[in-house]
T-cell receptor, first 117, second 110 residues
Framework: GAVVSQHPSWVICKSGTSVKIECRSLDFQATTMFWYRQFPKQSLMLMATSNEGSKATYEQGVEKDKFLINHASLTLSTLTVTSAHPEDSSFYIC?????????????FGPGTRLTVL | QKEVEQNSGPLSVPEGAIASLNCTYSDRGSQSFFWYRQYSGKSPELIMSIYSNGDKEDGRFTAQLNKASQYVSLLIRDSQPSDSATYLCAVSFGNEKLTFGTGTRLTIIP
């Protein structure tokens, strides 16, 4: 199957700092990538959909100025959590779709655990 | 609003038995259906995809789709302790994003 990587796998930062998370599709080109957040014992929550070369589409309630998404190439998308606060501590997971159709499969990265002190 | 519903469980199944996981969806036009497995503290991994009515088998896993009843299920035969995880059902229409259910927590009892 297709492989998606994320870096870093975990990060601890101080309140007020910014954190960048990278998501890469290693063996396929991903026109569309997705960013999710998951709190303990809760389901996945889609934050935004990222299309290569265009602005990300954010879900309702997600602050676009706080969660900056860049999808500069077909294999790389980044999520920057700006001015992070303890309530931003969560498990952030990206996924990449193998094509442009909903029938194409989404593969998930291993996730990044963010802890904001 | 499109919804995907799953029984949150926990569902407990003896080792070696068949585990049956169910999912219903609200959008009759949904076209693509996926089952993901998520271990605690890990990200989801794809188990199976299904697009047409009927059964699709892959090893110990069988996905069943009934579009008329808006129902998709996953059967796990010869359940193993390593199958203990949360199983997520996901549905999409056209090229839209996936809509996930809240997941069913499965525990295989040795």
């Amino acid at each position: 199957g297709a492989v998606v990587s994320q870096h870093p796998s975990w990060v601890i930062c101080k309140s007020g700092t910014s954190v960048k998370i990278e998501c890469r599709s290693l063996d396929f080109q991903a026109t569309t990538m997705f960013w999710y957040r998951q709190f303990p014992k809760q389901s996945l929550m889609l934050m935004a959909t990222s299309n290569e070369g265009s602005k990300a589409t954010y879900e309702q309630g997600v602050e676009k100025d706080k969660f900056l998404i860049n999808h500069a190439s077909l294999t790389l998308s980044t999520l920057t959590v700006t001015s992070a606060h303890p309530e931003d501590s969560s498990f952030y997971i990206c996924s990449a779709r193998t094509g442009t159709s909903g029938t194409d499969t989404q593969y998930f990265g291993p996730g990044t655990r963010l802890t904001v002190l | 609003q499109k919804e995907v519903e799953q029984n949150s469980g926990p569902l407990s199944v003896p080792e070696g038995a068949i585990a049956s996981l169910n999912c219903t969806y609200s959008d009759r036009g949904s076209q693509s259906f996926f089952w993901y497995r998520q271990y605690s503290g890990k990200s989801p991994e794809l188990i199976m995809s299904i697009y047409s009515n009927g059964d699709k088998e892959d090893g110990r896993f069988t996905a069943q789709l009934n579009k008329a009843s808006q129902y998709v299920s996953l059967l796990i035969r010869d359940s193993q302790p390593s199958d203990s995880a949360t199983y997520l059902c996901a549905v999409s229409f056209g090229n839209e994003k996936l809509t996930f259910g809240t997941g069913t927590r499965l525990t295989i009892i040795p």
